[in-house]
């Protein structure tokens, strides 16, 4: 009686490890309207997190958002620890640690945040060196603003887009990076949208995709992701997505 109770639980234990590697856990920006963000209650949502769960849902595999600062999100997929990134520009760093799907947006421009009576007249990237400007820690560019970072500006990291403008408002900084859309919306929640200027960084538009970490068991539905992933690009799915959550970002 005693063999048959222990291999009960063994069994048991088993179904629950079972059931366990089957929940992909996944994370993206926090503060990236309206690829991704944070609501109120603290859950992930937006075009990235929605298309994680459409895709995810159809291949019968469970999905748990895990929320965390932009930083330790991409560190956990270089760790192992988060199988999937949803909404993440590409570098070469990264694709050292991630296998990339097929991009999903491909409309995010960045922009260069100033006080109105200081707006840059952005030529080219020369116009930002000898000042100091504010980004997210963690956030990454595409190479070409990247590699320009890295080499010839002075760069003011921190954890939250508001602490960047209140800088900028303080005149601690001179500008701050960011994407287009999630610039708009940020200034307009918190009420400066017609307080500061906003220019195109002279850079190529850059590509949002979906990233597995290398470590991830679930890399190999790679190939199923990005069939689903043009469907919903040939069909306006995504397209629809994008344009619902934006609405919601302003909203939210």
Known sequence: MKLLLL???????????????????YSSHPTEAPISWANEEGNLIGVGPKLVELIFDELGITTEPVLLP?????????????????SIYFTEE?????????????????????????QLPLI????????????IIGDSWGVELDSFIANKLDIDKVKY????????????????????????IQLAKLGYKDQFSLSFA????EKVYMAFSKHSPFVKYL??????LQEMKDSGEIKQLEEYYLIKAYQD
């Open 202 to 205: 002279p850079v190529k538009t």
């Open 124 to 135: 080219t990237l020369n116009e930002l060196t000898g000042l100091t400007g504010g980004s």
């Open 70 to 86: 932009w930083k330790r999100a991409v560190s956990g997929a270089y760790q192992g620890s988060i199988d999937l990134i949803n």
């Open 94 to 118: 990264r694709a050292d640690y991630l296998v990339y799907c097929d991009p999903y947006y491909s409309e995010d421009r960045i922009v260069i945040i100033t006080n109105k009576e200081n």
């Open 223 to 228: 190939p199923q992701v990005n069939r689903k």
């Open 7 to 25: 291999a009960a639980v063994l069994l048991i234990g088993l179904s629950t490890d079972t059931h366990a590697q089957k929940r992909l856990k």
């Open 161 to 184: 887009f508001e602490q960047n403008i209140g800088k900028l408002l303080a005149g601690r900084i001179d500008y701050v990076i960011a994407s287009e859309f999630n610039a708009k």
